[in-house]
């Protein structure tokens, strides 16, 4: 499976997750600034939660979530701000959640999804 069709599926998969599950307003997909890209953008209540999504089919190179270090976190920082800029009209109030998903390498099939909350604390 290609890089970005791995990508597409665990933003697919990490979409459902959390709006089944956590039951979040999904606003945006793949928003892009020159700062960057965040995955996915949802409203948990009175916050907006900025979500980027690792996927992985193992983990010889590491767990999907310990593939977000600095550098991507402060391009999601600054994305998120000028998302909010965009949009005044919503809530202030943000957070960074990761989203890991493992797959199962023949099958394609979900091994674990890992929702990791604010990771900036």
């Known amino acids: 499976m290609r890089r970005k069709s791995l990508g597409n599926l665990g933003e697919n998969l990490a979409l459902k997750y959390l709006r089944k599950n956590k039951g979040y307003r999904f606003l945006e997909r793949n928003f892009h600034s020159k700062f960057g890209e965040i995955d996915l953008i949802f409203r948990d209540k009175k916050t907006i939660v900025f979500v980027e ?17 600095f550098g991507k976190i402060a391009s999601i920082i600054k994305t998120a701000q000028y998302f909010q800029f965009l949009h005044p009209d919503l809530v202030q109030s943000w957070r960074i959640d990761v989203v890991a998903v493992d797959l199962d390498p023949q099958s394609e099939e979900v091994i674990q999804i890992e929702h990791f909350q604010n990771i900036t604390l």
Do not use: H, I, L, M
């Open 53 to 69: 999504v690792k996927t992985r089919f193992s983990q010889s190179f590491g767990r999907p979530e310990e593939a977000v270090r």
